[in-house]
């Protein structure tokens, strides 16, 4: 039986990750639904995590790295009173406390020591690199190294609801947050401990009202109304980008960034990445300001004209 034929095709497409499935396994399972040459997501949820995973399709993984660095929403349930090696329910418990009656003042006066510029370890249990080898094979063969603590950015922390053993939290964080860990740190200053239960990925900057699609609704548009229903459901690869200003430049300016040359060009932001497009509002990829005031190449793409 002969493959289908794979297409090429460029944009953004929101997956609404289920329970129970790793992030590679899901974009296999959505590339082979668009028959897609090449795709890849930007940046994993672990296989108890659900929410949004937004999946680049073409020359949109020439951005990925931008949406990799964005900054995260989750909404998340925290057990209380039980530990365990991987800091959510997949791991084994090492460690279980009284939890006491903890009040919501409390709870807030502790979350209040964690807004903001924080350091924080990254757990063992991750796919952090170290010497070229993921954290978490050591981890599996019960071997734990030091770490560096890193710097994050928490915007927003914020009680939701709260039992006696559980905390749901909303959660508005800077890349490089690990929720795991933030939990654990939360639960080792309340004093008994706690792991993450729950786990949803509620957006992506710049994509925080966007509308995220199921497997199954992929799989019935598919079947229903086929592949171009499904390429419906995708978003401009400019999306992932759109944070940074649009910069017009003249049809002479555009054959010299083709050709991977700085370009001078009115009204030029001062520093920092640009947008570019052509006259006929075609957008080219990313720039960025040199420091002669020029404009560079940095990402482009590949066009028809």
């Known amino acids: 039986m002969s493959k289908p034929l794979q297409k090429n095709i460029n944009g953004i497409f929101l997956l609404d990750k289920p329970l129970n499935l790793t992030s590679n396994q899901a974009l296999q399972r959505v590339k082979r639904l668009f028959s897609a040459k090449k795709a890849g997501h930007t940046g994993s949820l672990d296989p108890l995590a659900t929410g949004m995973l937004p999946i680049c399709f073409g020359e949109a993984t020439k951005f990925s790295q931008f949406l990799l660095e964005s900054d995260k929403t989750y909404q998340v349930t925290a057990t209380l009173g039980i530990k365990t090696t991987t800091g959510d329910k997949e791991g084994a418990v090492v460690a279980t406390r009284h939890v006491g009656e903890i009040t919501s003042q409390q709870i807030l006066t502790v979350l209040e020591k964690f807004k903001g510029d924080i350091q924080q370890i990254p757990p063992m249990y991750s796919a952090l690199k170290i010497d070229g080898r993921p954290l978490y094979e050591l981890a599996r063969k019960g071997i734990e190294i030091e770490r560096q603590a890193r710097t994050i950015t928490i915007y927003h922390l914020t009680l939701v609801d709260m039992t006696l ?24 200053m309340l004093g008994c401990g706690a792991h993450v239960s729950e786990l949803r990925r509620g957006a992506v900057v710049p994509y925080e009202s966007s509308t995220m699609y199921t497997l199954e609704t992929l799989e019935k548009l598919l079947a229903e109304s086929g592949h171009e229903a499904l390429e419906a459901c995708m978003l401009p690869l400019e999306t992932s980008v759109q944070a940074f200003p649009k910069v017009t430049l003249s ?3 555009v054959f010299y960034i083709k050709m991977g040359q700085p370009v001078m060009s009115p009204n030029l ?5 640009v947008r570019i497009y052509a006259n006929d509002n075609l957008f080219l990829g990313v720039g960025e300001i040199t420091e002669d005031g020029r404009l560079a190449p940095r990402r482009l793409i590949q066009t028809l004209n």
């Open 251 to 253: 049809t002479s300016a």
């Open 165 to 188: 053993d559980s905390l749901k939290l909303d959660i508005h964080c800077s890349k490089g947050t690990y929720v795991r860990t933030l939990i654990e740190d939360i639960g080792e």
């Open 269 to 273: 932001p001062k520093q920092g990445l």
